[in-house]
């Protein structure tokens, strides 16, 4: 699926569009921005609660093209800038992590 697909799939508000048209090749959840850095596959959606600047810093690290901020979080307007920059997707959902993970897993991706 690509990071416009799964935008639309999840609904929500996207505060970023990225590259709408990049493949995901999976997901990953976490807050812990030291958990990310080690586990998260590149080209992976990120599902988190995070909403600040150094989230891009991460993802920009992990080629991760699509940041999911989950439980009605709001990424600031200086995440946002960042993101344009770099090319990053940013989707704000109101669902929890866990449930925002369910969906994706039922889309098809792994995690």
Not at 18 to 31: C, K, L, P, S, V
Not at 33 to 50: D, H, K, R
Not at 80 to 95: G, Q
């Amino acid at each position: 699926m690509t990071v416009g697909e799964i935008c639309v799939a999840l609904g929500g508000e996207v505060q970023c569009e990225g590259d709408n048209g990049r493949e995901i090749t999976g997901a990953t959840a976490g807050d812990l921005l030291s958990f990310i850095m080690g586990t998260a596959p590149e080209g992976a959606a990120w599902v988190t609660v995070q909403a600040h600047l150094n989230v891009a810093a991460v993802a920009v690290l992990k080629d991760l093209p699509l940041i999911i901020i989950a439980s009605g979080r709001k990424a600031p307007d200086d995440l946002i800038e960042r993101c344009k920059t770099e090319n990053i997707a940013i989707l704000s959902v109101p669902e929890t992590l866990y449930a925002t993970c369910v969906k994706l897993a039922g889309l098809g991706l792994k995690g």
